[in-house]
T-cell receptor, first 113, second 114 residues
Framework: DQQVKQNSPSLSVQEGRISILNCDYTNSMFDYFLWYKKYPAEGPTFLISISSIKDKNEDGRFTVFLNKSAKHLSLHIVPSQPGDSAVYFCAASAWGSQGNLIFGKGTKLSVKP | DTAVSQTPKYLVTQMGNDKSIKCEQNLGHDTMYWYKQDSKKFLKIMFSYNNKELIINETVPNRFSPKSPDKAHLNLHINSLELGDSAVYFC?????????????FGPGTRLTVT
């Protein structure tokens, strides 16, 4: 039973446009959410996170939005660059989960020049 | 300067063998983890250690045994390898163990069991 779902396995965007990656979760105990980026043959790298007490967190070109009532979060990348082409994983954790991150299956983003 | 390193990067072995994967982090973190990414691409936690003590032990066959000689190292030993053990194994570390925030991952070890 997937607690964190990324329903789009892939997304293709033109350079300079906005990329929107979506993530849904089912466990209402989750209170901390993260996005990781992964290039082939490398480990995931931390991108941005958001606590459940916020609905938005911004870091440069990356913004994460959290809608707790819908149990949905999204990652916006503006403007998209070819170097952003990677697999993006959404992850969630609950307080007291002792570091247990639950990952989604990932969305492969392709940014075309 | 690699923050989290794993050796080897690739491991090909036969069923029934015993193998180890090593992990080291130079970030000064207290907590280290092992994850498995299977053929369906799901990343799932296997173990976590905080200051050399086992914190999380998910439903993993006891053929898998983690060992933490010090807080900078967390090795994974696998006995009697099976075909289903073929996967990419990632080591990770973080400063805090009480929530799963901002874990730093190694490059992964691709294990192929034939």
């Amino acid at each position: 039973d997937q607690q964190v779902k990324q329903n789009s396995p892939s997304l293709s965007v033109q350079e300079g446009r906005i990329s929107i990656l979506n993530c849904d979760y089912t466990n209402s105990m989750f209170d901390y959410f993260l996005w990781y980026k992964k290039y082939p043959a490398e480990g995931p790298t931390f991108l941005i996170s958001i606590s459940s007490i916020k609905d938005k967190n911004e870091d440069g070109r990356f913004t994460v939005f959290l809608n707790k009532s819908a149990k949905h979060l999204s990652l916006h990348i503006v403007p998209s660059q070819p170097g952003d082409s990677a697999v993006y994983f959404c992850a969630a954790s609950a307080w007291g989960s002792q570091g247990n991150l639950i990952f989604g299956k990932g969305t492969k983003l392709s940014v075309k020049p | 300067d690699t923050a989290v390193s794993q050796t080897p990067k690739y491991l090909v072995t036969q069923m029934g063998n015993d193998k180890s994967i090593k992990c080291e982090q130079n970030l000064g973190h207290d907590t280290m983890y092992w994850y498995k990414q299977d053929s369906k691409k799901f990343l799932k936690i296997m173990f976590s250690y905080n200051n050399k003590e086992l914190i999380i032990n998910e439903t993993v066959p006891n053929r898998f045994s983690p060992k933490s000689p010090d807080k900078a190292h967390l090795n994974l030993h696998i006995n009697s390898l099976e075909l289903g053990d073929s996967a990419v194994y990632f080591c990770a570390s973080s400063q805090a163990w009480d929530r799963g925030g901002e874990q730093y991952f190694g490059p992964g070890t691709r294990l192929t069991v034939t």
